[in-house]
């Protein structure tokens, strides 16, 4: 096994929720850091540990993005990270199922990723750069995420389902 270090100019960890009831809201952390250390052809055994920065939520809204760092949502002044420790990864066909501890707000929950290997190749550097995508999918309520708003239609602002998904890319550390 390999220690990694994910590119952050080449890698995004993004989010989308649904609004009204009707649309979806993306948005993503621009600051966050990994320790991966695994053989990047097989993720078995893979120590994986993340630590996102939730103050650089990015919505593309100050607003929105003032309100999310709230203690209504994240309440980045006390939490001001969010982490990831994976505990299993196992491969089914294609892609690797990865099994962890995602911690929001200080509430650690379970959380599964179905992650796929993008593959292998040099930069024009000389550096070996190899790449990930994963995808998974939380409630927000079990993190304790519960500001919302009755919309006069009937529904609710702010979807219960958050999707989560990371383009990743690692050069040896």
Do not use: C
Not at 140 to 149: S, V
């Amino acid at each position: 096994m390999k220690k990694w270090t994910i590119d952050a100019a080449h890698s995004e960890i993004g989010f989308s929720v649904k609004h009204m009831m009707i649309s979806k809201v993306k948005g993503s952390f621009t600051s966050f850091d990994a320790e991966v250390e695994a053989n990047e052809e097989d993720l078995n055994g893979a120590l994986i540990d993340f630590k996102i920065d939730v103050a650089s939520i990015n919505t593309n809204n100050t607003d929105r993005d003032n309100h999310l760092r709230s203690a209504d949502f994240f309440d980045a002044e006390s939490h001001p990270h969010i982490t990831f420790k994976a505990n299993d990864i196992t491969k089914k066909d294609d892609e690797y199922e990865l099994t962890g501890d995602l911690t929001i707000k200080g509430i650690t929950r379970p959380a599964n990723f179905e992650v796929e290997y993008g593959g292998k190749g040099t930069n024009p550097w000389g550096v070996e750069v190899v790449a990930f995508s994963a995808e998974g999918k939380v409630n927000r309520k079990d993190f304790d995420l519960t500001w919302n708003q009755a919309l006069e239609t009937g529904g609710v602002m702010v979807g219960e389902d958050i999707k989560i998904s990371l383009e990743l890319e690692a050069n040896p550390a």
